[in-house]
């Protein structure tokens, strides 16, 4: 009875002890919970991660855009879609960028490079690289 209690309280304990954030065990189903990558000074945010990670892009991107001009010194306006990912590092990775207009797209690219270190995305408790696609209207 001795080895009964002390093998369930082993398991117990090791159970416990293993428990990992954004993972939720119920009966025979375990369920994983994506956390997103969270852009520096949201840590403490009244808003919600997401909406502040969007604040925040959009102020960097308004702070950071400079129109390209065409040879005759002309604003060039476009629409482009980039796609980055945010490392296990909280590093922006994979940079690129699609769109009819090749300044627009460059642009993009080197602001997206300029995005600040965030607290890296978890999936199952361990930090996980995360893709982004986000169309953007310059």
Same mark, same amino acid.
Do not use: M
């Given at each position: 009875m001795k080895k009964i209690i002390l093998v369930s309280a082993i398991f117990l304990f090791t159970s416990l002890s293993f428990a990992q954030e954004g993972v939720k065990v119920e009966g025979n189903s375990?369920?994983?919970?994506?956390?997103?990558?969270?852009?520096?000074?949201?840590e403490g945010s009244e808003l919600s991660s997401k909406d502040c990670f969007n604040k925040k892009l959009?102020?960097?991107?308004?702070?950071? *855009?400079?129109?390209?001009?065409?040879?005759?010194?002309? *604003?060039?306006?476009?629409?482009?879609?980039i796609s980055f990912s945010i490392d296990q590092n909280g590093k922006v990775a994979d940079v690129s960028a699609v769109?009819?207009?090749?300044?627009?797209?460059?642009?993009?690219?080197?602001?997206?490079?300029?995005f600040p270190k965030m607290k890296p995305g978890y999936s199952g408790g361990k930090p996980k690289t995360i893709q982004y696609k986000m169309a953007f209207n310059f």
């Open positions: 375990i369920s994983t919970r994506e956390i997103a990558p969270v852009w520096p000074g949201c959009n102020l960097h991107i308004k702070e950071n *855009f400079k129109y390209p001009r065409d040879t005759k010194g002309g *604003f060039i306006r476009g629409k482009s879609t769109g009819p207009e090749k300044a627009v797209n460059q642009e993009a690219i080197r602001i997206a490079k300029l």
